[in-house]
């Protein structure tokens, strides 16, 4: 059985403050990670995606990628109260368009 | 262009009723999904068309039927429903690049669905 492990919150955190959201998958063979916002009633919505070990950066937001502890992580600097959201990781084991198995979610909460 | 259209936005029926959701894409992708959300719960994936073909059916009930008329358009067509059926019911789709690493996935905004 394949699982990806959230903690689920609520994390909240202060506006300005660094927010770390972090995710753990069982299956080591798991090849591309992604992660998704989702506002509360809304559909997921793609914020990065890393396949590679080590960092990948896209403006306020920076995915961590650690194979051989099998964990990926989201943090977004300079957190802002629209960043308040559930996040969503997703792992997939094979390329194309294969099934994406997802985690329960983080919803974070960003105080003004 | 990211964009996943869905129509309709909310849809009440009863448990005898039959409706279809849509979903439309002008991205060129080819390969198109249907999810299933219920609140506070992760998407849970029911359907996969690659290239116009079922590629993935994740044991779905018989009451949801799937159809890909072409590559941009994607219907769920809905029969006999059940109360815990009510969810809201997502599409997505992505280039299908048949590479390694997979495809990222692009969700349209849902149709939320109420069975009666």
């Known amino acids: 059985q394949k699982e990806v492990e959230q903690n689920s919150g609520p994390l909240s955190v202060p506006e300005g403050a660094i927010a770390s959201l972090n995710c753990t998958y069982s299956d080591r063979g798991s090849q591309s990670f992604f992660w998704y916002r989702q506002y509360s009633g809304k559909s997921p919505e793609l914020i990065m995606f890393?396949?590679?070990?080590g960092d990948k950066e896209d403006g306020r937001f920076t995915a961590q990628l650690n194979k051989a502890s099998q964990y990926v992580s989201l943090l977004i600097r300079d957190s802002q109260p629209s960043d308040s959201a559930t996040y969503l990781c997703a792992v997939s084991t094979q390329g194309g368009s294969e099934k994406l198995v997802f985690g329960k979610g983080t919803k974070l909460t960003v105080n003004p | 262009d990211t964009e996943v259209t869905q129509t309709p936005k909310h849809l009440v029926m009863g448990m005898t009723n039959k409706k279809s959701l849509k979903c439309e894409q002008h991205?060129?992708?080819?390969?198109m999904y249907w999810y299933k959300q219920k609140a506070k719960k992760p998407p849970e994936l029911m359907f996969v068309?690659?290239?116009?073909?079922?590629?993935i059916n994740e044991s779905v009930p018989s009451r949801f039927s799937p159809e890909c008329p072409n590559s941009s358009l994607l219907n769920l067509h809905l029969h006999a429903l059940q109360p815990e059926d009510s969810a809201l019911y997502l599409c997505a789709s992505s280039q299908d690049r048949m590479a390694e690493m997979a495809d990222t996935q692009y969700f349209g905004p849902g149709t939320r669905l109420t069975v009666l």
């Open positions: 890393i396949y590679s070990n």
């Open positions: 991205m060129g992708h080819r390969a």
């Open positions: 068309y690659s290239y116009e073909k079922l590629s």
